[in-house]
């Protein structure tokens, strides 16, 4: 028996021995790749970055996990005891692992194996946070030998509310919320201290299996776990029994399900701007940190001026599209609606597809067809005893469009346009008193377009729209589409022009050009197809003459044309081809706003921005747009001079000839191809631009403190028609937004630089007359010294004399009295541009000044397109 026991001891001792061996080596082994826990102390979670207004309203949200950090002692007690009760009772006793916990465990899965039931686990929340943050991609034994193993480590380097706020913060809980605050905000609309015991005990219910605790698909297991949390509550002493037994008898309400509305402002949806400044500090900063960096952005936007924006764009987009008068169809078709079954139309009409971002504008499907009108079901819009009806009056511009796309014959009546069950956008249109006159039918147009408005002095971006509607398009068409500018890329022809020895009274041939080259001869023309003779570089921009321009383009040399173009952004290397003097190049309306600006602001460099300043989570700043100086803005006690920031932004055009484009950009405005804009009654200057066949309009135009511009075509470009002009499709968005931002930012006066001398000079013909001497008369801004003499003007190109025909090489054909041909353009609007026609045949007779002499150059070169107007 001795020697039985002792071999019995001798063999437990070699087991045991082997055993701690065994377990040694076993730890030693896992020990050597351990993670590095202590980056557990310098924890920063991937959180999601929002976007604020100058206002300090959240206006986006960029995330991939929807987290917003909440310090530890910021989560209220109810909520930490709910989580604790749920997943760890023990947490705040043992050290890493819950030896009592594992045991219980064991023996609850010895049943559960007999009955095929789901393992109970026994991980603390020390474990999950283990598992969670630095073994997640492991195997379950290998992870559950180095949970074993960090477990104690992590203990001793944390303290345990570091290491429940880890937990908080980074657990995933259903519905792309992770942590406490994003799931209160998303589950209940809520903050953490908001929440009720009920509320608190379902949010920690979630770990345990999100996707299978959802409130509405899974409502009878999501309340069965939110009841065992206020149980354990209950048990562990947190609460007492009559308030766990009262949260348990109250209904699972939440916002995802519907039953209850969000305290909390909604999360906005994301629109042209806020995309924008995704994609940008996507690039600028890297899409990670955008994403997770926590960051905060202040934005540029002025919302009042932003929504004018979209108010004056979509009213041009639309009523052109009604005028075209083609209707394309509904967005989608609901089967079974019934005007009787009003919660099941409700419930399909809900989850139809259609833009919601359209202002004034609400989704809707039709309930029946009459013959003088079509029921109608609104959502968001309550029936009445009688219903909502589209009257057959209110539909009668719409010809449905056939299946090969052409369209088919008026309508006789309402069904010829719809049917039962298609979803529609209608709008409740209003009477001059505000009181409602009928229900009436829109859509989405095929045409679209853009606009921007920019502060030229900083290049802040304060309205941004893309399209007609984001949720419809997301494509961007002020930043995305290169599109061709036409005339009104003509400034920098003319800027360069002012700054080579030009004024604006210099005289320019109106007359026909042959260019040859490979491809054949190129013969640009005038909008109007006629010939207007010498003119003054002033008439020509303000008319928007093509063959002017042409000419001015030769002279100056199409390197030097490129160059500006450049030296403003609007094309990176752009080819000096002569059509391209005509805008048959491709930029965007970002680059062309902002190159207008620097004529706005007298020739500085600026550099357009959606976004103020970047702060990183701990508040330092990552990015700042301003960089201007002011050393007096950091005084403490008063100085003799008002600290004002002082402009750091490289000048890139002479000041007075910034001026002087500034003053024939004005006579665009107000007499010349957007003469409409001269009803705004303020200093503003702008370019209309028109393509071949109408398949680009353009206006850009601006005030001494606000910039702005229009762009309008077709996704795939084709001819617009009749009218599709910049002067008629643009400018009228430009003066309608204008009407409504010259409340909130004051047009101001353009500067006049100093080495300016003012002169009065004849409209038509350039020449320099007294003051007095009858219609027809402006006053020209030049340079000291450049004016011409009484009764004087300049002749510069097309070798012009007094018979008004041109050099050899470019031949002058004019159809008509010169007088007539100086009447203007065909490109200006309904407003103007035929003024004064009688009066101007009278004042051809000037004596031309000699023309400087240039070294000639020739017209042979390649060209890409050309008749831009």
């Given amino acids: 028996m001795i020697r039985f026991l002792a071999f019995l001891f001798s063999a437990g001792s070699i087991a045991a021995i082997a055993g701690v061996a065994t377990v040694g080596a076993i730890l030693w082994i896992y020990d050597r790749d351990l993670p590095d826990y202590a980056e557990l102390a310098d924890y920063q979670p991937a959180t999601l970055t929002r976007v604020y207004s100058g206002a300090g309203e959240v206006i986006a949200e960029f995330a991939e996990e929807r987290r917003i950090f909440t310090p530890i002692d910021e989560i209220p007690p109810l909520v930490k005891n709910a989580f604790i009760s749920a997943e760890d009772k023990n947490f705040y006793t043992h050290s890493g692992v819950d030896g009592l916990g594992v045991v219980k465990a064991a023996v609850d899965n010895i049943s559960r194996i007999q009955s095929g039931d789901r393992l109970r686990g026994a991980s603390t929340i020390t474990q999950q946070v283990i598992k969670n943050f630095l073994l997640a991609s492991e195997g379950d034994v ?37 942590g406490v605050t994003a799931a209160a905000r998303r589950y209940f609309g809520k903050t953490p201290e908001e929440l009720s015991l009920a509320e608190a005990a379902y949010l920690a219910a979630l770990p345990k ?8 698909r899974q409502r009878e297991a999501a ?3 939110r009841n065992y949390v206020l149980e354990e509550m209950a048990q562990n002493g947190h609460v007492t029994r009559a308030e766990a037994d009262a949260a348990k008898a109250e209904p699972l309400e939440t916002v995802v ?111 029946s067809v009459g013959q003088r009108s079509a029921r109608v079901g609104i959502d968001g819009v309550e029936e009445d005893s009688d219903g909502h009806f589209i009257p057959f009056e209110d539909m009668r511009w719409a010809r449905p469009q056939r299946e090969d796309g052409s369209t088919g014959p008026a309508p006789k009546g309402p069904g010829d346009l719809l049917a039962e069950g298609d979803v529609i956008l209608v709008t409740d249109l209003r009477k ?46 002020a930043t995305q589409a290169y599109r061709q500018p036409g005339s009104s890329f003509k400034p920098f022809v003319f800027a360069a022009a002012l700054d080579n020895g030009y004024s604006p009274a210099t005289i320019v041939l109106d007359a026909p050009v042959v260019v040859e080259f490979a491809g054949g001869d190129w013969k640009p023309k005038n909008y109007s197809n006629k010939f207007y003779g010498p003119s003054p570089l002033r008439l020509g921009l303000e008319m928007s003459r093509n063959l002017m321009t042409v000419r001015l383009a030769q002279d100056v040399g199409m390197d030097t044309v490129a160059d500006y173009a450049e030296r403003f952004g609007v094309y990176d290397d752009m080819p000096a081809h002569l059509s391209f003097a005509l805008g048959a190049g491709e930029t965007t309306l970002w680059r062309m706003v902002a190159a207008y600006g620097m004529f706005a602001n007298g020739g500085r460099r600026v550099e357009p921005t959606l976004v103020d300043r970047v702060q990183d989570r701990y508040g330092r700043t990552v990015y700042r747009h301003d960089q201007r100086e002011c050393d007096a803005c950091a ?39 957007a003469s409409r804009l001269s009803a705004l009654g303020v200093p503003v200057a702008g370019k209309t631009g028109t393509t071949n066949e109408a398949k680009d309009a353009w206006f850009v135009g601006f005030t001494p403190n606000l910039v702005a511009g229009c762009f309008i075509g077709y996704d795939n470009p084709k001819p617009m028609g009749r009218g599709g002009t910049g002067g008629g499709m643009c400018a009228p968005v430009f003066q309608a937004f204008m009407e409504e931002a010259l409340k909130i930012i004051p047009a101001g006066e353009f500067d006049v630089p100093e080495g300016v001398e003012f002169a009065m000079v004849n409209r038509y013909t350039g020449e320099r007359l007294p003051d007095g001497s009858g219609g027809n ?52 609007d309904a407003a103007g541009g035929a003024e004064a026609g009688a009066e101007a045949g009278a004042e051809t007779g000037a004596t031309l000044a000699p023309a400087r002499p240039r070294p000639p150059r020739s017209l042979d070169r390649d060209l890409e397109s050309g008749g831009l107007y």
């Fill in 142 to 178: 290998e992870r559950k030998i180095k949970e074993f193993i960090l477990s104690s480590r992590i203990e001793s380097a944390l303290t345990k509310d570091q290491i429940l706020e880890l937990y908080l913060n980074e657990i995933f809980l259903g519905q792309n919320a992770y």
């Fill in 777 to 828: 008369l402006i006053r020209e801004a030049f340079r000291e010294g450049q004016a011409p003499g009484l009764y004087q003007t300049a002749a510069v190109v097309g070798d012009v004399t007094s018979s008004f025909f041109g050099s050899g090489d470019l031949p002058v054909s004019l159809g008509g009295d010169v007088g007539s041909a100086l009447i203007g353009d065909g490109e200006t």
């Fill in 209 to 216: 299996a999100p996707s299978s605790l959802h409130p509405v």
């Fill in 223 to 225: 309340v069965g776990r």
């Fill in 432 to 477: 001059e008193d505000g009181s409602f006159e009928r229900w009436s039918l829109r859509q989405v147009p095929e045409i679209q377009g853009a606009f921007m408005a920019m502060d030229p002095h900083t290049g802040r971006v304060l309205a941004l729209q893309g399209g007609f509607s984001y949720e419809h398009s997301v494509f961007n068409r």
């Fill in 635 to 673: 005084a403490t006690a008063p100085t003799a001079e008002e600290p004002w920031p002082q402009p750091v932004a490289r000048r890139i055009m002479d000041r007075i000839t910034a001026y002087q484009l500034v003053s024939m950009m004005e006579g665009v405005a107000s007499r010349g191809t």
């Fill in 257 to 367: 399900g519907g039953e209850i509305e969000s305290r909390l402002p909604p999360i906005p949806n994301y629109t042209y701007f806020t995309d924008e400044i995704r994609r940008q500090l996507s690039d600028r900063l890297g899409r990670d940190e955008l994403f997770g960096g926590g960051l905060s952005v202040r934005a540029t936007i002025d919302e009042r001026l932003q929504a004018a924006a979209a108010r004056a764009l979509r009213g041009k987009l639309e009523s052109w599209d009604r005028e075209k008068g083609v209707w394309r169809g509904p967005l989608a078709r609901l089967e079974g609606v019934s005007p009787e079954d009003e919660a099941g139309w409700r419930d399909a009409l809900a989850a139809a597809p259609a833009p919601t971002d359209i202002e004034g504008w609400r989704k809707a499907v039709v309930l």
